[in-house]
Nanobody
Framework: QVQLVESGGGLVQPGGSLRLSCAFS????????MGWYRQAPGKQRELVAA????????RYADSVRGRFTISRDNAKKTVYLQMNTLKPEDTAVYYC????????????????RGQGTQVTVSS
């Protein structure tokens, strides 16, 4: 059974930075594509960033491109989301997701999801 555990959320001022981490529970992390989704109160869930199993391809939402970076360390079975120049509109619960198919990550139909971590951007 795949389990995902996010960490690194918190309260940060506008313009600040946070790095989210997602630890993956099984030994076959390297075959899974990964993605970060977020959901703000009263809004639909949206894809923030995605990365293929071999880290050869990444995708970003237009709203975060140039500010956020997704990466992975297959040896540590962890995926990261570095978030810079944070804005109040980035406030949301961020979820880590995994699927063997990158296309499923991109269409937000991933098989596995973590419990989420709250990110609040406010002065």
């Amino acid at each position: 059974q795949v389990q995902l555990v996010e960490s690194g959320g918190g309260l940060v001022q506008p313009g600040g930075s946070l790095r989210l981490s997602c630890a993956f529970s099984t030994s076959i992390f390297s075959i899974y594509a990964m993605g970060w989704y977020r959901q703000a109160p009263g809004k639909q869930r949206e894809l923030v960033a995605a990365i293929t199993s071999g880290a050869t391809t990444t995708r970003y939402a237009d709203s975060v491109r140039g500010r956020f970076t997704i990466s992975r360390d297959n040896a540590k079975k962890t995926v990261y989301l570095q978030m810079n120049t944070l804005k109040p509109e980035d406030t949301a619960v961020y979820y880590c997701n995994a699927d063997r198919q990158f296309s499923e990550i991109l269409t937000m139909r991933a098989d596995y999801r973590g419990q989420g971590t709250q990110v609040t951007v406010s002065s």
